[in-house]
């Protein structure tokens, strides 16, 4: 998925960062990623061999996450009789297709009536026991992964295009996801100030988001899917409530208190922060919090913008960003 903040990208300077800290190069500590997004952090240190404890407040993240941090290898049969579905007039046709009368163009209209009927499906097989847990997840997150491939976005569910691109033409296929070979983690769908507190571990990995750009609200149908809940909608692109997902992150007034309250209850020898130029604390004020809690270093790298930005036509001067790596040895 081409996502806000991905540091698919990035992965080898943070994985050479990782095993500045890692005692021989050892592949078998436990690294939290407590911002985990689509998994890919995750993911590629379980490769690794490591233990990985993933978290993300967003619901369709906790479904991406379980499939790449939980599942192991799994042959997923049902894929097939998932994709010859009929399409059916469900939630998402109704809402996001404008086919319905809604206005809305997220999806073509075969597209959403496809989506309704395979996530109905999988929620039905469910609670039938027809399938386990780990292929519950597999098959919500080969929905939410392939549903994504043919959305009439520019990225980010924030708006949706006039006409229909060449993509969003496309039908609607779920493919199998791959699952990284390494240990079992754990994955929590919580506020990652209060997850903090109960858990322990080697590295903490920590990519909040850097600006005023609310996930909740850039990918609220994801959420919908996922969680296929019917939920009350408004506005011209049909939102969600968001209220208990909105993150202090992603506010100049409490993006600071948030960040060091955090800092302060982690329990866990190395603290990596994920950070660019761009964001709402400057490198000097992330400096001086993490250096209250024991030894400060910093770590640079050019990376280049989301592609989301260069669409929206935003005034940047550049066409990249620094993407700086703060680190923490914690000893308070």
């Excluded at 319905?100 to 929620?123: Q, V």
């Excluded at 295009?161 to 079992?184: C, D, F, R």
């Excluded at 550049?318 to 923490?328: K, N, P, R, S, V």
């Amino acid at each position: 998925m081409n996502y806000i903040g991905s540091k698919h990208s990035l992965l080898n300077f943070i994985d050479s960062v990782v095993l500045e800290f890692t005692d021989n190069h050892n592949r078998n500590v436990v690294i939290s990623d407590l911002f985990a997004g689509t998994g890919a952090v995750g993911a590629f240190f379980r490769s690794k061999g490591h233990k990985i404890i993933a978290n993300d407040i967003q619901y369709y993240s906790y479904i991406i996450n379980y499939n790449a941090i939980r599942n192991k290898k799994n042959h997923l049969d049902k894929l097939e009789y998932l994709n010859s579905l009929d399409g059916f007039d469900g939630f998402i046709y109704k809402n996001y297709c404008a086919g319905s009368g809604s206005g809305r163009l997220y999806f073509s209209d075969e597209n959403g009536r496809k989506c309704d009927a395979i996530r109905t499906e999988i929620e039905r097989m469910k609670v039938a026991n027809e399938i386990t847990d780990a292929e519950y997840y597999a098959y919500l997150a080969a929905l939410i992964e392939a549903i994504d491939k043919v959305a009439n976005t520019a990225s980010v569910y924030g708006a949706f295009l006039k006409q229909l691109k060449k993509s969003a033409q496309k039908p609607v296929v779920l493919v199998p996801l791959a699952v990284a070979e390494g240990p079992v983690g754990d994955v929590y769908n919580e506020n990652a100030n209060q997850l903090i507190q109960r858990i322990t571990g080697d590295i903490l990995y920590v990519d909040p988001p850097y600006n005023a750009r609310q996930y909740a609200s850039n990918y609220h149908i994801l959420e919908t899917i996922a969680r296929y809940d019917s939920p009350e909608i408004h506005g011209k692109t049909g939102l969600r409530d968001t209220a208990e997902q909105k993150s202090k992150y992603s506010s100049k007034r409490t993006v600071e208190q948030e960040f060091e309250d955090l800092i302060k209850n982690a329990k866990f020898k190395v603290i990596l922060l994920s950070y660019n130029n761009e964001g709402l604390m400057s490198a000097d004020v992330v400096k001086a919090i993490m250096s209250k809690y024991g030894q400060y270093s910093l770590r640079k790298k050019e990376h280049r913008r989301f592609r989301a930005d260069k669409i929206d036509n935003r005034n940047h001067k550049t066409g990249g960003t620094t993407e700086y790596l703060h680190i923490l040895e914690k000893t308070k």
